[in-house]
C-alpha cells in the first residue's frame, strides 16, 4: 500500500529522528477515506491485489508440505508494512493468515478498523496498529514468517535500515515480498506523467521518481543483509483495462521475493562466525492472476 515511511534508524543504527515524514502525512491524509473505493484514487491498487495475492500464496505453498487448501496460508503469521485500509492485509487473512498492518497514519488505520469490522472472520485474524516499522522492531524480533511491503520501499528514506529492520523481525527463512516501481525513463513518463499528471490513476505528487528502486540495488541490498533473492518478476498496468499482468521486463513495476538466511546473528552484532543453514527452499513463483 501506499505509506508514509520515512525510515530513521533502530538500535544499534540510532538516530532520533522520527521515521514519518509530515509532508507525507499530509499527502495521505486526505486520501484516507477512500481507501475502499475501487473506482477512486486507489482503483489499481485494488486490482493489484488479482496477482500480487496469487503471487505471496503460491509461493508460500510451494515451499510447504503441509496447508490446508481452504486455508493455504492458516499459522503464517503475516506483518503488512505499510498497509493503508487493509487493501491487502484483508485477502491474505481469508487465506488463513494471521495479520499484523502497520502503518504510521492513524487514518488509514481507522479505516481499515472499520472494513474489517464487518467481517468476524477478518475481525479475529488481523490487529491493525498505527505504528512505525522501527517500533515493531522493538517489541518483535524475529516474531514473523512473513513481511510484505507493497507499493512502500519508494516512499522510504533509507532503504538499507529499512530492510535490516525487516531482518529483525523476520524469523530465519521467513519471507520477504515486496512490489515498488524501478526508475528508468520509462517509469518517469508513465508512472509519473501519465499515471498522475494526465490520466489520474494516482494522485498527483504521490511518487518522486528520484526515489524509485532499480532492482539490481534492491537485490544487493537484500543479499548483502543476509537475504537470498529468489524471485524477480516484472508486473504491468494496462490502464484502459484496469488490470495487472506479469511480464518479463522489469522496467516498469516488479515484485521480489526474499528469503531470510536461516544463520544465527545475521543482524551484524556479533563477529562470531555463524553456522549457515544452507538448506533454503526454493520458490518459484505462481504467477496466476
Given at each position: 500500500?501506499?505509506?508514509?515511511?520515512?525510515?530513521?534508524?533502530?538500535?544499534?543504527?540510532?538516530?532520533?529522528?522520527?521515521?514519518?515524514?509530515?509532508?507525507?502525512?499530509?499527502?495521505?491524509?486526505?486520501?484516507?477515506?477512500?481507501?475502499?473505493?475501487?473506482?477512486?484514487?486507489?482503483?489499481?491498487?485494488?486490482?493489484?491485489?488479482?496477482?500480487?495475492?496469487?503471487?505471496?500464496?503460491?509461493?508460500?505453498?510451494?515451499?510447504?508440505?503441509?496447508?490446508?487448501?481452504?486455508?493455504?496460508?492458516?499459522g503464517v503469521k503475516i506483518l503488512d508494512v505499510?498497509?493503508?485500509?487493509?487493501?491487502?492485509?484483508?485477502?491474505?487473512?481469508?487465506?488463513?493468515?494471521?495479520?499484523?498492518?502497520?502503518?504510521?497514519?492513524?487514518?488509514?488505520?481507522?479505516?481499515?478498523?472499520?472494513?474489517?469490522?464487518?467481517d468476524p472472520v477478518l475481525a479475529k485474524r488481523?490487529?491493525?496498529?498505527?505504528?512505525?516499522?522501527?517500533?515493531?522492531?522493538?517489541?518483535?524480533?524475529?516474531?514473523?514468517?512473513?513481511?510484505?511491503?507493497?507499493?512502500?520501499?519508494?516512499?522510504?528514506?533509507?532503504?538499507?535500515?529499512?530492510?535490516?529492520?525487516?531482518?529483525?523481525?523476520?524469523?530465519?527463512?521467513?519471507?520477504?515480498?515486496?512490489?515498488?516501481?524501478?526508475?528508468?525513463?520509462?517509469?518517469?513518463?508513465?508512472?509519473?506523467?501519465?499515471?498522475?499528471?494526465?490520466?489520474?490513476?494516482?494522485?498527483?505528487?504521490?511518487?518522486?521518481?528520484?526515489?524509485?528502486?532499480?532492482?539490481?540495488?534492491?537485490?544487493?541490498?537484500?543479499?548483502?543483509?543476509?537475504?537470498?533473492?529468489?524471485?524477480?518478476?516484472?508486473?504491468?498496468?494496462?490502464?484502459?483495462?484496469?488490470?495487472?499482468?506479469?511480464?518479463?521486463?522489469?522496467?516498469?513495476?516488479?515484485?521480489?521475493?526474499?528469503?531470510?538466511?536461516?544463520?544465527?546473528?545475521?543482524?551484524?552484532?556479533?563477529?562470531?562466525?555463524?553456522?549457515?543453514?544452507?538448506?533454503?527452499?526454493?520458490?518459484?513463483?505462481?504467477t496466476a492472476g
Amino acid at each position: 500500500q501506499l505509506s508514509l515511511f520515512r525510515l530513521a534508524a533502530k538500535r544499534p543504527f540510532s538516530t532520533s529522528h522520527s521515521s514519518v515524514d509530515s509532508e507525507e502525512i499530509k499527502k495521505f491524509q486526505l486520501l484516507a477515506h477512500k481507501w475502499w473505493d475501487e473506482e477512486g484514487e486507489y482503483s489499481a491498487l485494488h486490482s493489484m491485489n488479482d496477482i500480487r495475492v496469487p503471487f505471496i500464496r503460491d509461493t508460500l505453498m510451494s515451499m510447504s508440505d503441509n496447508y490446508h487448501l481452504g486455508n493455504p496460508l492458516s499459522g503464517v503469521k503475516i506483518l503488512d508494512v505499510g498497509c493503508g485500509g487493509g487493501l491487502l492485509s484483508e485477502p491474505l487473512a481469508r487465506l488463513g493468515a494471521s495479520v499484523t498492518g502497520i502503518d504510521p497514519l492513524e487514518d488509514n488505520i481507522r479505516t481499515a478498523d472499520r472494513h474489517k469490522s464487518f467481517d468476524p472472520v477478518l475481525a479475529k485474524r488481523i490487529q491493525y496498529k498505527s505504528s512505525s516499522l522501527e517500533e515493531i522492531v522493538e517489541e518483535s524480533m524475529e516474531t514473523f514468517d512473513v513481511i510484505v511491503a507493497s507499493e512502500v520501499v519508494e516512499h522510504v528514506a533509507d532503504l538499507e535500515t529499512f530492510i535490516k529492520c525487516c531482518s529483525q523481525v523476520l524469523k530465519p527463512e521467513g519471507s520477504l515480498f515486496i512490489t515498488t516501481i524501478n526508475r528508468t525513463q520509462l517509469s518517469y513518463v508513465l508512472g509519473i506523467v501519465v499515471a498522475e499528471k494526465i490520466m489520474g490513476i494516482v494522485p498527483e505528487g504521490t511518487h518522486e521518481w528520484e526515489k524509485f528502486v532499480p532492482p539490481e540495488e534492491l537485490e544487493h541490498l537484500l543479499e548483502s543483509n543476509g537475504f537470498s533473492v529468489k524471485t524477480v518478476n516484472g508486473m504491468l498496468y494496462n490502464p484502459l483495462w484496469g488490470s495487472w499482468s506479469w511480464m518479463e521486463s522489469t522496467s516498469l513495476n516488479y515484485a521480489v521475493h526474499a528469503v531470510k538466511s536461516g544463520a544465527q546473528g545475521q543482524s551484524g552484532l556479533t563477529d562470531a562466525p555463524a553456522e549457515m543453514d544452507i538448506q533454503q527452499h526454493s520458490a518459484t513463483a505462481g504467477t496466476a492472476g
